[in-house]
């Protein structure tokens, strides 16, 4: 009891001074999950918020010297008992023994699953000690459009949105469809992902652009090379647009459809106009000096790395799938096609890249449009989230 009353003081000193102690439970891999959970992380410490970091490993964005930031790592013994490792239960205990010790008082997770059934469990072990955890959950896609479709993830994952005290969604597409495909009854709140604006001006450098380029055109892509992705698509894609226009290829990124991207580019013969650049902490140097970003993916929740190379000035040429096209305009910031409309993504990059007064129209209106989805805005959405739960 005498506890509990103690919690109770510490969580309404932190209201009052407007300070939380949050806990962020994200994938420390390289996506679009991992950077916007460990930005709005980094983001909240600035404001003097105390953010701490759990995962599996360290989020491959985060700086540890950064004031007000701390990681805990979910460590995974390896017990002859257990067939596969029991990620979900060494996080639940992680859970508990972080926010017990740090004394937490909300947590936001990112993932319906493990994540939110994860903390969802954690939070009930935590009322045996007279503690009342909000969880906030964050979908991002993969969670619903996946694991959502497997019937045998799906009361786990309803059950974990259901239980949440408050879930977001990073796009309206993506709300829609858990709608669809789940029985729920929580809210879910729209809240986008997000940049920051700083990051992505006056950093074009013409020395790093001579460096790959003369006259030529530079096209990007960036992703983490799954199948989803369609890579193999992007070659398809540049190599009609080489045929045309005098350019080059930087593919950034890596993962399990890399080879195959690799000897299709050998078979078509335009290995040597494209560089496989692997995975790079920051890739905002090389989207600011770009001239058109290709995304031809089968499925997109939000299409994060679309908007970064927006904010860059960088126009896109992706498919019309998920929250794709509540980034990507159609006609404004970019074009948008069906999925494996190889030809005809290929002939708008073409029309795009030979008209350079138009190249530059769409250039301003990427940047335009990238705009309302800057720090300052989303920000405050997520802070107006914890205020109202922990009410």
């Known amino acids: 009891m005498l506890e509990q009353i103690l919690w109770n003081n510490f969580i309404n000193y932190l209201q009052l001074n407007k300070k939380l102690k949050i806990g962020i439970v994200c994938y ?3 996506g679009g999950s991992g950077v916007v959970a460990t930005e709005l992380g980094a983001s909240l410490a600035l404001k003097g918020h105390e953010v701490h ?3 599996y490993a360290q989020p491959f964005r985060l700086n540890l010297f950064s004031k007000n930031t701390y990681f805990h790592e979910v460590n995974i013994p390896d017990y002859p008992l257990f067939e596969y490792a029991p ?3 060494n996080l639940t205990s992680k ?11 909300i947590l936001h997770v990112h993932y319906a699953i493990p994540h939110a059934s994860a903390a969802i469990s954690a939070k009930h072990i935590l009322n045996t000690y007279g503690i009342d955890i ?3 959950t964050t979908l991002h896609g993969t969670d619903i459009t996946l694991f959502g479709k497997d019937s045998s993830f799906k009361p786990v994952i309803e059950y974990s949105i259901n239980k949440s005290d408050a879930v977001t969604a990073v796009s309206q597409s993506l709300i829609n469809e858990t709608n669809n495909i789940f029985n729920i009854s929580k809210k879910i709140n729209l809240v986008p992902n997000f940049i920051d604006l700083n990051l992505y001006s006056n ?7 001579s460096s790959i380029v003369n006259d030529e055109k530079l096209i990007v892509h960036v992703s983490n090379f799954r199948k989803v992705k369609r890579v193999k698509d992007v070659i398809k894609i540049f190599n009609l647009i080489s045929k045309k226009v005098p350019s080059k290829l930087l593919m950034i990124g890596d993962g399990p459809e890399r080879i195959k991207a690799e000897k299709l580019s050998r078979k078509l013969g ?3 106009q494209i560089k496989f650049l692997g995975k790079l902490k920051s890739v905002e140097q090389y989207l600011s000096i770009s001239d058109l ?3 031809p993916s089968e499925s997109e929740s939000f299409g994060l790395v679309a908007l970064e190379a927006m904010a860059s000035g960088v126009p896109v040429i992706s498919t019309d799938v998920g929250g794709i096209s509540e980034v990507n305009i159609h006609n404004q910031t970019g074009f948008t096609f069906n999925v494996g409309d190889i030809n005809d993504m290929a002939s708008q990059s073409i029309n795009l890249l030979i008209d350079n007064d138009k190249l530059n129209r769409f250039k301003q209106s990427a940047i335009s449009h990238a705009k309302n989805f800057d720090l300052p805005i989303i920000l405050p959405k997520y802070e107006e989230l914890y205020s109202k739960i922990l009410k």
């Open 28 to 30: 420390p891999t390289y």
């Open 53 to 55: 970091f759990i995962s």
């Open 87 to 89: 990620y979900e239960l």
């Open 95 to 105: 859970l508990v023994d972080v926010v017990l010790h740090e004394k937490l008082n």
């Open 134 to 136: 909000p969880i906030v």
């Open 203 to 209: 950093c074009g450098d013409n020395n790093l652009r």
């Open 270 to 272: 335009v290995n040597y």
């Open 293 to 295: 970003f290709i995304l």
